[in-house]
C-alpha cells in the first residue's frame, strides 16, 4: 500500500476510522529531517500491508497539525481505533519507526 496524503476531509474516515493502525506522519516539505524520514515511511507502507502510513503536511493543513498539538516536525503519532497510542518527535531510524507501532 502506497502512503496516503490526508486532510481535513480525509481525516476522520481514512484515520480515525481506520480498521487498520495508523502511523502518522506530521512533516513539511521545507523540514529537512522529514524529508529524511520519507524514503523510510514509504518502505514501511510497501512492506506492512497490515498498517495504514499517513502523512499530514503542517503548512496545508494546520488545524490538524494544532488538534494534535504538533510543535515540532517530523511528529510520527500512531492512531489505533482512532486514538492515539504512541508518538515520537524527530528523524528515527527504521527500527526505531516499527518499534512504535
Not at 524514503?39 to 494534535?68: F, G, H, S
Not at 482512532?82 to 531510524?93: T, W
Request: contains cysteine.
Amino acid at each position: 500500500m502506497s502512503v496516503l496524503h490526508i486532510t481535513n476531509e480525509t481525516f476522520e474516515s481514512e484515520v480515525l476510522r481506520s480498521d487498520k493502525p495508523v502511523l502518522l506522519d506530521f512533516w513539511a516539505s521545507w523540514c529537512g529531517p522529514c524529508r529524511m524520514v520519507g524514503p523510510i515511511l514509504d518502505e514501511i507502507a510497501a512492506e506492512r500491508p497490515d498498517i495504514k502510513v499517513c502523512k499530514v503536511n503542517v503548512d496545508e493543513q494546520p488545524a490538524l497539525a494544532a488538534k494534535y498539538g504538533v510543535m515540532s516536525i517530523p511528529t510520527l503519532a500512531v492512531i489505533k481505533n482512532g486514538q492515539e497510542v504512541n508518538r515520537s518527535v524527530g528523524a528515527l531510524p527504521k527500527a526505531r519507526i516499527l518499534a512504535l507501532l
